[in-house]
């Protein structure tokens, strides 16, 4: 059973320009959850999608940020208008929609954004 | 709102040492505990989690945490350290309340010398 895929695994953009991070969630796993990792510092949460809805975006900055989990189809972060302080580590984790109430979470790879 | 501190942010140790890497939470609801490590350049693995119950977790790898509620804190130790636990470990919690954010430390460089 493959991991939680996330691509791509390094990303660099120019100021100005748009980053799409990828998130392929466990097989069976409905739910998706995106982390901000700021150099030297923990993971911060961002947003908790299901299939097609946002649940909590309490994360999120409310400018340039935006995510969706359409019903077919990866996870998409997507930062509009790069700034060199969106340079980070974003994770993204996914669990089963049912698991008595745990709701563990499995943990990608990470993409690191670089912007120049 | 939770928050978790780890104030330890480099723990040398030399091999087949014990360790411990502390951990404190504040919350004003239950929390749900985690530990996880972070290899570098890799994704997070969980180590242990405490959900209830009994209050000290084995874990993968030889790992173990102690939850005590009085002092609020979810201390991971290993009795015998090995170079390839070299890694960087977080310590998290979670609200009982339905809301499934994780709330990280700042995490903990654990540094296993020969």
């Known amino acids: 059973n493959a991991g939680v895929m996330q691509n791509p695994r390094h990303l660099v953009r120019r100021r100005g320009q748009e980053a799409r991070l990828r998130c392929s969630p466990m097989?069976?796993?409905?739910?998706v959850y995106w982390y901000r990792q700021l150099p030297e510092e923990g993971l911060k949460f961002m947003v908790y999608l299901q299939k097609e809805n946002i649940i909590d975006e309490s994360g999120m900055p409310k400018e340039r940020f935006s995510a969706e989990f359409p019903k077919e189809g990866p996870s998409i972060l997507r930062i509009q208008q790069v700034v060199r302080g969106d340079s980070a580590a974003y994770f993204c984790a996914s669990s089963p929609p049912t698991s008595g109430g745990l709701y563990e979470q499995f943990f990608g790879p990470g993409t690191r954004l670089t912007v120049l | 709102a939770q928050s978790v501190t780890q104030l330890d942010s480099q723990v040398p140790v030399f091999e087949e040492a014990p360790v411990e890497l502390r951990c404190n939470y504040s919350s004003s609801v239950s929390v749900y505990l985690f530990w996880y490590v972070q290899y570098p350049n890799q994704g997070l693995q969980l180590l242990l989690k405490y959900l209830s119950g009994s209050t000290l977790v084995k874990g993968i790898n030889g790992f173990e945490a102690e939850f005590n509620k009085s002092q609020t804190s979810f201390h991971l130790r290993k009795p015998s350290v090995h170079i390839s636990d070299t890694a960087e470990y977080f310590c998290?919690?979670?609200?009982?309340?339905?809301?499934?954010?994780?709330?990280f430390g700042s995490g903990t460089r654990l540094q296993v010398q020969p």
């Open positions: 998290a919690v979670r609200e009982d309340t339905g809301r499934r954010a994780l709330t």
């Open positions: 097989k069976g796993h409905s739910h």
